[in-house]
Structures are given as structure tokens and as C-alpha cells.
């Protein structure tokens, strides 16, 4: 069975994470070679919608639920997630290896 979340996060090394950025550091165990990705450390999708309205009418309120909403660097039960999104923008580095059941870095 194919577990897209469980093969990525195989790949990861490490995360370091600063005020604005999180940078996912993904390692080939096959060829030894990585690929960084930096993303920005925000939270996503449904999580902080504020519309240019709620901005212009409640700026505070708005500043709070922004950036007082939890961010998710990885969860199990969530299939977004920062460092999924990280993976999706170096992806192409990566082919899915059906023999050894494992993304390789194929550059």
C-alpha cells in the first residue's frame, strides 16, 4: 500500500524553523543526495481566512486570528501540512521507486 505522508516523511532530515521560514532538509537514503525546501511559516488553507473586509473593519482582531492560529509543521491525521507542502515544491526531484517502495532522488 502506497502512504504518500509516511514516504515523505522518510526523507526527512531535518526541519529548522525560524521566525518566518520553515526549511525542510529531505535526504535520498538510497543516493545520499538532499534537497532543501523553504516555505513560509504560515498558517494555510481554512485555518486564518480573513477577507480584505474583516482586514479593513477589524484590523486587530484580525492581526490576532492570523497570528494566533496553531501551525501545523507535520500531523498524521492532516494531509496539509508544511512539510508536504515543502516536498511539493522540490518534488520534481524526486521519482516514486515502486522496487524499493521509496521517493529517490533521481539528479
Known sequence: MFN???NITSLLEYVQIDRFYVSCHFRCKFTNKSAISTV???PYHDKADISWQDALMHPIDSYNRYYH???TIYNYDSGDTIVLKAFDKISK???WSPSKKSYIYKY
Open 93 to 95: 526531484y524526486f521519482k
Open 69 to 71: 492560529t496553531p501551525i
Open 40 to 42: 513560509a511559516l504560515e
Open 4 to 6: 504518500r505522508d509516511k
